[in-house]
């Protein structure tokens, strides 16, 4: 059964600052999304990775997968408020299914 | 705009009292979803329809069921909500295999 682990699960952190949030999966994929949610609202799509070595860019944010590692990352440079929310990977499985991983909450402070 | 909708955002009803989400999309994408999301929790995946085929994850209680009459539709019926089933109901659809592109969620209170 597909497993994704993220990590950490909750990160609060200053603004201006880098960090790095970790997705691990625990069977093969080449299918991984990243996914922004604001408090009571739903998801919406940041990145898709479809390959790997994959990396893509939009503003303060950037994604990479690392298939044989089963790992993606997303940074983020430079943190502002704007960026407080809860962040999801979800990975593809053969089944035309996603899991989602925990989810990262993380906070912005000013 | 393309887009997925549903309706309504806010659904109240009392126990065990039967209740239809409703789900529609102008992508013309192929598979529809329905995640049930809890507080703090991530998107727990009911089931799909890769187009007319159903497909039931195995530990959705059966008092969850769903309907597709076309394309553009997908209904999530809850035959008697319990007070564990209050969540944020989930709409997605997909063109096969890629990108999933999610509604604005239902939000189910059970009093």
Redesign the interface.
Known sequence: ELKVEQNPLFLSMQEGKNYTIYCNYSTTSDRLYWYRQDPGKSLESLFVLLSNGAVKQEGRLMASLDTKARLSTLHITAAVHDLSATYFCAVGTGTYKYIFGTGTRLKVLA | DAMVIQNPRYQVTQFGKPVTLSCSQTLNHN?MYWYQQKS??????LF?Y?DKDF?NEADTPDNFQSRRPNTSFCFLDIRSPGLGDAAMY?C?T?R??????????T?LTVL
């Open positions: 598979v703090s929790q991530a998107p727990k995946l799909h890769y497909n989930l997605a997909s096969d295999f890629n990108e999933q592109f999610f509604g604005p969620g939000r």
